[in-house]
Antibody, heavy 126, light 108 residues
Framework: QVQLVESGGGVVQPGRSLRLSCAAS????????MHWVRQAPGKGLEWVAV????????YYADSVKGRFTISRDNSKNTLSLQMNSLRAEDTSVYYC???????????????????WGQGTLVTVSS | EIVLTQSPGTLSLSPGERASLSCRAS???????FAWYQQKPGQAPRLLIY???SRATGIPDRFSGSGSGTDFTLTISRLEPEDFAVYYC?????????FGQGTKLEIK
């Protein structure tokens, strides 16, 4: 079965860095785009970043562009998020999520999140 | 960036009743790139509907999605106790993914 397990969260001071990891299993990791989605305490979901299945392209939310870097190691089935210059407003549970895709006939459904990890909490505080 | 607005913010209903949750987009979105999720306290979100109307694997048929363009609806035909949760809509466009702010479905 598909499993996504995040790690690396914790308490960090503003301006410092933190690296999150997501270990994937139960599917062919190198065939799927992968995302980070975050949720501030008591708030809604916010998409953070995506990396294509082969690592050839990445896209970021404006709120993290230039500070966060998403990467993947297909040989180790691992997704990462390097977070630099952290701010208080980055405090959230960070989820890794697999991008789903399904084609039927001439119609392809894409760009949704079909599996999620349990999340890891990042707290940015002095 | 396309903004998704969900209504109502909170919906109070009883088990057995029918629930209709709305999601309105600030501009037209592709139905193929529209989804709904359920989230219970302390848990990760769970995919319910993709492609605006296709149920994800294992999702009961009391859940259905409809809509196109700027107006989408998630309907739960007969509420079960386990359906009381927060529901989010989500879309993709221009290399960006956005979520609605959520609708909390609570027991009346």
């Amino acid at each position: 079965q598909v499993q996504l397990v995040e790690s690396g969260g914790g308490v960090v001071q503003p301006g410092r860095s933190l690296r999150l990891s997501c270990a994937a299993s139960g599917f062919t990791f190198s065939s799927f785009g992968m995302h980070w989605v975050r949720q501030a305490p008591g708030k809604g979901l916010e998409w953070v970043a995506v990396i294509l299945y082969d690592g050839s392209n990445e896209y970021y939310a404006d709120s993290v562009k230039g500070r966060f870097t998403i990467s993947r190691d297909n040989s180790k089935n691992t997704l990462s998020l390097q977070m630099n210059s952290l701010r208080a407003e980055d405090t959230s549970v960070y989820y890794c999520a697999r991008e789903g895709a399904y084609c039927s006939g001439d119609t392809c459904y894409r760009y949704y999140f079909d599996y999620w990890g349990q999340g890891t909490l990042v707290t940015v505080s002095s | 960036e396309i903004v998704l607005t969900q209504s109502p913010g909170t919906l109070s209903l009883s088990p057995g009743e029918r629930a209709s949750l709305s999601c309105r987009a600030s501009q037209s979105v592709s139905s193929s790139y529209f989804a709904w999720y359920q989230q219970k306290p302390g848990q990760a979100p769970r995919l319910l509907i993709y492609g605006a109307s296709s149920r994800a694997t294992g999702i009961p048929d009391r859940f259905s999605g409809s809509g196109s363009g700027t107006d989408f609806t998630l309907t739960i035909s007969r509420l079960e106790p386990e359906d009381f949760a927060v529901y989010y809509c989500q879309q993709y466009g221009s290399s960006r993914y956005t979520f609605g702010q959520g609708t909390k479905l609570e027991i009346k």
